[in-house]
């Protein structure tokens, strides 16, 4: 018989993902920034690489991405319609984030109660939500396994086996995404915590860290060396025009990680944060907040997007939650409310919904119909149709990447900034035409 633990995580994790597959074909299409990967997907799928010499985007240019996320699409491709695989597939990846949280909420709670709790917090976090439901991101599989990785790290001092999980799995997350780099500052953090409150540092953790460190470093220098070399410290930045870094990355402000993430895990992740940065010791917290403060140091000096920065808070902050609500709850034990322990959790769990839920209810359905709609794909079909494969489009900066994957004809701006010298000149460009009120200039 089946385990009452288990019977929930299903339900939750059915419900997480019947709503996200709702949203999800609520569009027939999806959004702009999803068809560089879906044009990833289908190259891969007839040639067996990735596209990185490009002869449409920018008229003619070279990517630099790490593609494993893309050939795990495109090998579900072989067998399945590319639209299905785009739609279900990060869907199912984000949705699995709950089982891991879970995980990670037990151990660090030893409570079924509040693991379980947090594990459908997990399922709702605004950001996280609204940004994989419909844009075949790469953050739908990036997220999962990052947490993945911190559950082996806490759980190697206990079973040895734990390495093995944690290697594979933190080559597979190098040979996916960028964002690495914000595991190794974590980490790095989490070791300088270790020290500074003379716990005891487990040999073989340690190794893990330092093999993280090299391994991350070295990959994204080898695929972004010539991305260095052409903007030097701006390739932090993505070589993004100065008139849109303000759209990327943002201001922090309390406001926005309210909206993004939920008042509760913001609230109780603070406080756990101070609590035990001042008064009380626990490696497995100090793991968490090393990447809470990693976040937030990057987020304040604007080196990562403010979206970006907020879906791993948004995780972090929720896996905080657990241990300030079980916290919560045993003190509420030790009182006289403890007749009243079950309305404590009936309103909290009302705030969560009406401060989390709702929101992300809401905040999909808008994204939802920011889509690409019929009409315009419709519009680039007949441009592939109608025009000469030779033909330049323009076009404004979220179709760019439309134009490619759809028209198949070349553009004369898109998203991807990396190794664009005139980047600044062409988006001032094609603003100008867009919105002079004469035929010539």
């Known amino acids: 018989m089946l385990k009452k633990e288990y019977i929930w995580l299903a339900l939750i994790f059915s419900l997480v993902l019947g ?44 990517f ?15 067998f399945m319609p590319l639209n299905l695989v785009c739609k279900l597939l990060p869907n199912i990846f984000a949705s699995c984030l709950i089982f891991i949280v879970y995980l990670i909420a037990k151990e660090i709670t030893k409570s079924q109660g509040a ?19 419909n844009s075949v991101s790469v953050f739908s599989l990036v997220i999962p396994l990052m947490f993945f990785l911190i559950y082996f790290l806490i759980k190697i001092n206990k079973d040895a086996k734990y390495i093995n999980h944690f290697v594979v799995s933190i080559i597979i997350i190098a040979l996916m995404h960028a964002s690495a780099f914000l595991l190794i500052m974590a980490f790095l953090l989490y070791v300088l915590f270790v020290r500074i409150e003379h716990l005891k540092q487990n040999r073989s953790e340690l190794e893990l860290i330092i093999f993280s460190t090299i391994l991350v470093t070295w990959l994204n220098f080898i695929i972004y060396k010539n991305a260095f070399l052409a903007h030097g410290q701006f390739v932090i930045w993505q070589n993004i025009p100065k008139e849109l870094l303000g759209q990327y990355f943002s201001q922090l402000s309390i406001l926005n990680a309210l909206f993004y993430i939920g008042i509760i895990p913001i609230i109780s992740g603070i406080y756990l944060i101070y ?4 008064k009380k010791k626990n490696r497995k917290i100090y793991l968490l907040m090393a990447f809470a403060l990693s976040g937030l140091f990057l987020l304040w000096f604007k080196l990562i997007p403010l979206k970006t920065g907020f879906i791993f808070f ?36 009302l705030i969560f ?22 009409n315009e794909i419709d519009s680039f079909l007949w441009l592939k149709n109608n025009s000469d494969e030779k033909d330049v489009v323009l076009a404004s900066l979220d179709e760019g990447y439309i134009v490619n994957a759809v028209a198949e004809r070349k553009n004369v701006i898109d998203k991807n900034f990396l190794l664009i010298k005139d980047a600044e000149q062409r988006l001032e460009d094609v603003k100008k035409i867009y919105t002079t009120s004469y035929e010539t200039e």
């Open 353 to 374: 919904i009406l401060n989390s839920v709702i929101p992300t209810i809401s905040y999909t359905t808008s994204i939802i119909k920011e889509a690409a709609s019929k």
């Open 314 to 349: 948004g995780v972090i902050f929720v896996l905080l939650f657990s241990k300030a609500y079980s916290d919560f709850l045993l003190f509420v034990d030790k009182t006289k409310f403890s007749k009243y322990k079950r309305i404590f959790i009936a309103v909290i769990f």
């Open 275 to 278: 609590k035990y940065i001042f």
């Open 19 to 62: 709503m996200r597959l709702y949203f999800a074909f609520q569009a027939p299409y999806f959004s702009e920034d999803a068809y560089f990967n879906i044009r990833q997907v289908e190259h891969i799928r007839e040639t067996g690489l990735p596209l990185f010499k490009d002869d449409l985007s920018y008229s003619g240019r070279n």
């Open 64 to 78: 630099l991405f790490q593609p494993f996320f893309q050939y795990i699409l495109a090998f579900f491709n072989l």
């Open 115 to 133: 693991a379980l709790f947090s594990s459908f917090i997990s399922g709702f976090i605004p950001i996280f939500f609204t940004e994989t439901v």
